[in-house]
């Protein structure tokens, strides 16, 4: 199998991080209520079958076979969204469905990840967490591509990282100020739920304490409470964008120098082609004027280039 020569990504976090605060502008709202209905997506039924679930309920399992189909669709859509947003695209919630369109390859990519960092965190954890940053760009990949194969989104993903890791670890520590500003309402609301939790604490049922605590983490003042983290998803979530567009090779910094992406893609509802993966052709600057207008200057300039040259050049 062929792969592209990757970028190592030497720009600071701060410059990505500059670069993502550009893209997002005017668009925090729209980025923000996608993930929200996201979160939604991925919460609310599952909740729902879990308060009507009784012990032993086939529910239980249909809830979480849910949570596992959805999840890999919709990461595939999340990571085209904010490619598209990156790259100064019209997006919105409509992006959602793309990843339901390649719904097989978004499933099979989702549980290659998680059974592939579940087996090298049995090793230990940070070989697990390796993995994890390893594995990062390859919902990415397939969103820029998905005439890709999982497994080769898998090893364009783990070639693209290959020197590119600890980069990105630096860039997504770079946000922890923000993370924790933002998780302060969560944590003041949570600690307010989980309070009528700690009476099953010493049950003598150990199901009703957890279900008390899964009751708490779903109520809908602990989703109001994580709108500040949601928001700084958005933030890291174009930054990778980011990070994934420099390690490709398609931005240089320096003024939005893109380079053309390769190939099309064919949306899988209409049929019709996408200029998804075409990005802003190279900047190209006007041609200066060779010789100065204004006539002072151009009376300078031959007196510095012609032959009685005043300074001996």
């Not at 958005?234 to 398609?250: K, P, Q, S, V």
Request: net charge negative; with cysteine.
């Amino acid at each position: 199998m062929e792969f592209q020569t990757y970028n190592i990504v030497n720009e600071r976090p701060r410059t990505i991080r500059a670069l993502a605060r550009q893209a997002l502008q005017g668009r925090w709202t729209e980025a923000f209520v996608l993930l929200l209905v996201v979160t939604a997506i991925e919460q609310v039924p599952g909740t729902i079958i879990n308060s009507i679930a009784r012990e032993g309920s086939i529910l239980g399992f249909i809830a979480s076979i849910y949570s596992l189909l959805i999840a890999g669709p919709l990461a595939m859509g999340v990571a085209y969204y904010f490619i598209k947003l990156f790259r100064q695209r019209n997006g919105g919630l409509d992006d959602l469905k793309y990843g339901f369109g390649y719904a097989q390859k978004a499933i099979v990519l989702h549980l290659n990840i998680i059974i592939r960092v579940f087996l090298w965190a049995l090793l230990f954890i940070v070989p697990g967490i390796i993995a994890g940053i390893r594995y990062s760009m390859a919902n990415y990949i397939l969103a820029d591509d998905p005439s890709k194969s999982p497994q080769q989104c898998l090893f364009e993903s783990s070639a693209m990282m290959r020197g590119n890791k600890m980069n990105y670890v630096v860039l997504m520590i770079s946000f922890i100020g923000w993370l924790i500003v933002a998780s302060i309402p969560s944590g003041i609301v949570e600690s307010i739920l989980v309070r009528p939790a700690q009476a099953f604490l010493n049950s003598t049922d150990p199901n009703q304490y957890f279900a008390a605590l899964s009751q708490a983490a779903n109520h809908p003042l602990a989703l109001l409470a994580s709108v500040p983290t949601l928001i700084v998803n958005a933030y890291m979530n174009t930054a990778t964008a980011c990070f994934y567009d420099l390690a490709n090779g398609n931005l240089s910094v320096g003024g939005y120098d893109y380079a053309a992406a390769q190939g099309s893609v064919e949306d899988p509802f209409t049929g019709k082609d996408v200029t998804f993966t075409d990005v802003p052709t190279e900047v190209t600057h006007e041609d200066l004027p060779e010789t100065f207008e204004d006539p002072e200057l151009k009376a300078a300039e031959d007196k510095y280039t012609g032959d009685d040259n005043i300074y001996g050049e």
